[in-house]
């Protein structure tokens, strides 16, 4: 069993940055493939990006498409979120998950995910 553990999360203003940390612990990351999803208040939780098992590839939802990044150091057991331009509509708690098996073609679904961290919390003023 996994366990994730996610940090980096703040009050930040619209168009800063911000890097969002997935640590893993109990047993290495390197063989799941490893998603992103947030949760605004009142709204249902929504599929942000995803990372294969490598790192060579990547999905991301539209709404943030070209301003976030998903990387993953397997050697540290961390995944990373880098997100920059931020949106007051980006304010939710994020939170990063490991995926049931490799490959995943409903990898934007948080039903293929099993393990997830307990989130973090990101607010973006106007």
């Known amino acids: 069993q996994v366990t994730l553990e996610e940090s980096g999360g703040g009050l930040v203003q619209a168009g800063d940055s911000l890097r969002l940390s997935c640590k893993a612990s109990?047993?290495?990351?390197?063989?799941?493939?490893m998603g992103w999803f947030r949760q605004a208040p009142g709204k249902e939780r929504e599929f942000v990006g995803r990372i294969t098992t490598s790192g060579v590839s990547t999905s991301y939802a539209d709404s943030v498409k070209g301003r976030f990044t998903i990387s993953r150091d397997n050697a540290k057991n961390t995944m990373y979120l880098q997100m920059s331009s931020l949106k007051p509509e980006d304010t939710a708690v994020y939170s990063c998950a490991t995926a049931k098996f490799r490959n995943p073609s409903l990898y934007y679904m948080h039903s293929t995910y099993d393990n997830w961290g307990q989130g973090t919390q990101v607010t973006v003023s106007s």
């Open positions: 109990g047993r290495t990351i390197s063989t799941y493939d």
